[in-house]
């Protein structure tokens, strides 16, 4: 239940995002962030805001853990839409975090795949992939290094 207390407290963010998905695009871009992590219910979640000062947006990420069904559901907001999509679920497990869910892209339905990896003391990884065919292949479309500030 605790799985994202490395998360609590304040990071720097170095973001790489395709500007273009789920078109065989290789057109990256970077751009700084920072981010702080609260926890919540004791362990049992986290919000998360996320400021990209050069975009400029924010992002919230709330994480709640389903008791009942011991996994993970993440949920993101942007400040560009004020929406808050889908969540994808998930567990860790060997130090890494999987969390798969259904979403979609230009109207049409996509898979979503979050991985949390290579975590530290003091910092950690975050990748967003994308499949368009159902999850036969994923492309990697956004990467976000954190170092605890």
């Known amino acids: 239940m605790n799985d994202f207390d490395f998360l609590t407290g304040s990071w720097t963010v170095s973001n790489r995002r395709l500007k273009t998905l789920l078109a065989g695009a290789d057109d990256w871009e970077t751009f700084p962030g920072s981010a702080t992590c609260r926890p919540i219910f004791d362990g049992g979640g986290t919000t998360e805001e996320i400021v990209f000062p050069t975009l400029p947006s924010r992002g919230l990420s709330v994480r709640l853990f389903d008791v ?8 993101w907001s942007s400040s560009r839409t004020g929406l ?3 969540p994808v679920h998930g567990t860790f497990a060997g130090g890494r975090g999987d969390f798969y869910g259904d979403d979609t892209h230009d109207g049409k339905p996509i898979k979503a ?13 975050w990748e967003q992939e994308f499949s368009a065919d159902g999850g036969e292949t994923w492309e990697t479309n956004w990467i976000m290094e954190y170092v605890r500030v």
């Open 84 to 86: 808050l999509y889908p």
């Open 68 to 75: 009942e069904r011991q996994r993970w559901s993440i949920y």
């Open 113 to 125: 795949h979050f991985i949390w990896s290579e975590i530290t003391p003091t910092s950690a990884r």
